[in-house]
């Protein structure tokens, strides 16, 4: 059974740094690229960060040079670390395991705030 779990969000000032945590089961998560999803108010699921199973990392543009996504294969997690939000960031954000077979799994999410 695949299980996504996030945490880490919370409520933020503009500027400020959160690191998003999300621990995976149910795959074999070194070999899988893993990706970080955001949703905000009223605004379409989006990419923002992918790392591949060579630790390869691509981002979204409106993240590059401010988020970092890495993972720990030995801990099944991979993680978003967040530098100068700003209320733009404001979101759920979700995890996903990119493999077409996982596709379709989603955690909870975590709901990231930033105030100005």
């Known amino acids: 059974q695949v299980q996504l779990v996030e945490s880490g969000g919370g409520l933020v000032q503009a500027g400020g740094s959160l690191r998003l945590s999300c621990k995976a089961s149910?795959?074999?998560?070194?070999?899988?690229?893993m990706g970080w999803y955001r949703q905000g108010p009223g605004k379409q699921r989006e990419l923002v960060a992918r790392i591949g199973r060579t630790r390869s990392t691509n981002y979204a543009d409106s993240v590059k040079g401010r988020f970092t996504i890495s993972r720990d294969n030995a801990k099944n997690t991979v993680y978003l670390q967040m530098n100068s939000l700003t209320p733009d960031d404001t979101a759920v954000y979700y995890c996903?395991?990119?493999?077409?077979?996982?596709?379709?799994?989603w955690g909870q999410g975590t709901q990231v705030t930033v105030s100005s």
């Open positions: 996903n395991a990119l493999a077409p077979q996982y596709s379709g799994y």
């Open positions: 149910g795959i074999y998560f070194s070999i899988n690229p």
